[in-house]
C-alpha cells in the first residue's frame, strides 16, 4: 500500500510539472503567434501611412514609453503584468484557432 501511495505521489508530481510546462509552452505559443501576426500586419498598406505618422509624433512615443516604463519583466508577478499577460495571451490564443 506504502508503494503505491509513493508511485501516486510521484505520477501526480510530474503530471503538475508536465502540466505547468505544456501551459507555459502554450502561452510561449500564443504569445509567439501575437508577434508574428502584429509584426506581419505592421506592413499592412493601409496601415502604413498611420504608423509612419505617428512614428513622427514625440507625444505618442513619450505616452507610449511611459506605458511600457510601469510594465517590469523583472516582476512578472505584479497584478499589472498579469493583466497584460492575460489579454496578450488570451488574444494570441484567438488569433491563432482563428488562423489554425
Known sequence: MKSFFLTFLFCAFFADSALAQSTSLNQAKYMATLKVIVNHKMHDRDLQDDLEKLRNVE??????????????????????????????????????????
Open 59 to 100: 507625444k505618442f512615443s513619450r505616452d507610449l514609453q511611459k506605458m511600457v516604463e510601469k510594465l517590469d519583466n523583472n516582476r512578472p508577478n505584479s497584478a499589472k503584468n498579469q493583466k497584460i499577460m492575460r489579454i496578450l495571451e488570451n488574444t494570441g490564443k484567438e488569433i491563432y484557432n482563428e488562423l489554425k
